[in-house]
């Protein structure tokens, strides 16, 4: 088992740097920190309680954003052309990004790159902010020399994601403000209004229609029964949160995403599009299909898409074609399936997905402002018809009993 070992040592511009390297002997790691141009001044065994209270705990809870981390491709690819060293690129991001943990976890990529480790290495000990994609990208960009393409692709698959998710917040911002504020007037209505009306309609002897006895009912519910109504909701919440813990369920939500009308072509065609891209990006890097099929399974973030993902891994695995397993699933559509086989019997299928990416990216954006220009009338319709129905159960009685004295 190899030790760890400290050392200070001065790089060819005579700066001091210190780090730590894996090794079995001093020798050893002086030979290892010499293949590094290294001049060693002093090295050091560390010990077992050194290296424990030493040791980084990552307690990280959430992930670096997309957002965040599209800037740190951008800036990394920025600075690699300008012919800045990693390290350095990696000390100046840190101190300029503004998520303290995704910060520090950039700065230990540095320490851990200046102790003899790779980059896609040190990268791999911090999950949460450097995804297993991303690694897997900067591994192939290490082996093939082209990390500064790899970056320049990344940031624009990042920013591309980034903006595709603003815009659908952006789509669906006002319609969630408007449901907000016509069930607070629906609720209103019901439980303040409506019973104002009540003593009225008793005083009065009058008969009531249909659906002024069944709001009458349901503000009467709503004012003595709320506690009941919340552990129903709570109650509801926690059978869907127990429901789509069991795989058949949640294999099944999963594939309604995909297929419901409107929202489920949307769902579709982003999936489609991040396949595209990220399989054009692993195939134009230099790596194999299986290991780029093995890989994709991660990107897709729809159970019922993964599940399809690994049968045509296992299908091109038993001899097929990739355009041929695309065929034989209902989840890649008939113009994916007939580009993905003319880009391989070309030679030229990262090419070809690049261009199914801009092509199923368009049709998203498309979808986003159909979205944004159906659901706010839609919306506006249905609350509308159901504070229509409001009024015209409170109002029906009140004609009715004010014709009946009009006739006296």
């Known amino acids: 088992m190899d030790k760890q070992f400290s050392y200070k040592a001065k790089d060819h511009r005579g700066e001091t740097v210190t780090g730590t390297v894996a090794g079995q002997t001093q020798r050893e790691v002086a030979q290892v920190l010499h293949t590094q141009n290294l001049i060693v001044l002093e090295i050091n065994e560390n010990k077992k309680s050194a290296e424990f209270l030493k040791k980084e705990y990552h307690l990280r809870i959430r992930s670096v954003t997309d957002d965040a981390f599209s800037r740190f491709c951008r800036q990394f690819h920025i600075m690699l052309a300008a012919g800045i060293p990693i390290l350095k690129c990696l000390e100046l991001i840190s101190d300029e990004t503004e998520d303290n943990g995704f910060a520090q976890d950039i700065f230990g990529v540095g320490r851990r790159i200046q102790s003899g480790e790779s980059l896609s290495q040190a990268m791999t000990v911090y999950p949460k902010s450097f995804p297993s994609l991303f690694v897997f990208m900067v591994e192939a960009a290490e082996i093939s020399g082209n990390l500064n393409e790899i970056l320049l692709k990344m940031a ?78 709570v109650g509801l919440a926690a059978g869907f949160s127990f429901l789509m813990g069991i795989e058949s369920v949640a294999n099944l939500m999963d594939r309604l995403k995909i297929k419901l009308p409107l929202i489920g072509s949307l769902n579709h065609k982003r999936c489609l599009a991040r396949i595209a891209t990220t399989l054009g990006m692993l195939l134009g890097s230099g790596v194999d299909l299986l290991a780029a099929l093995n890989r994709l399974e991660g990107v897709a973030d729809n159970r019922y898409i993964k599940k399809e993902l690994s049968l045509l891994r296992e299908k091109v695995v038993n001899g ?40 199923y990216a368009d ?24 504070v229509l129905f409001i009024l015209a159960a409170i109002m029906l009685p009140v004609f009715d009993i004010y014709s009946a004295y009009s006739s006296m």
């Not at 159909?370 to 018809?385: A, R």
């Open 320 to 359: 097929k074609s990739l355009g041929l397993g695309m065929a034989e699933s209902d989840a890649f559509p008939s113009l994916f399936c007939q580009l993905v086989a003319i880009g391989e019997v070309s030679g030229s299928l990262p090419k070809v997905l690049e261009t199914l990416n801009l092509v």
């Open 156 to 233: 624009e698959h990042y920013e591309s994601e980034v903006k595709n998710r603003r815009q659908l917040q952006q789509t669906l911002f006002y319609p969630m403000i408007l449901s907000v504020v016509f069930v607070l007037v629906l609720t209103f209505l019901i439980t303040t209004v409506l019973p104002s009306f009540v003593d009225m309609f008793v005083v009065m002897n009058a008969e009531l229609p249909g659906p002024t006895r069944f709001l009458i009912a349901m503000s009467q519910g709503l004012r003595t029964g709320w506690p009941l109504l919340l552990l129903i909701l």
């Open 363 to 386: 049709e998203v954006r498309m979808r986003i402002q159909l979205l944004n220009t159906s659901l706010e009338p839609l919306i506006l319709l249905i609350f509308g018809g159901l």
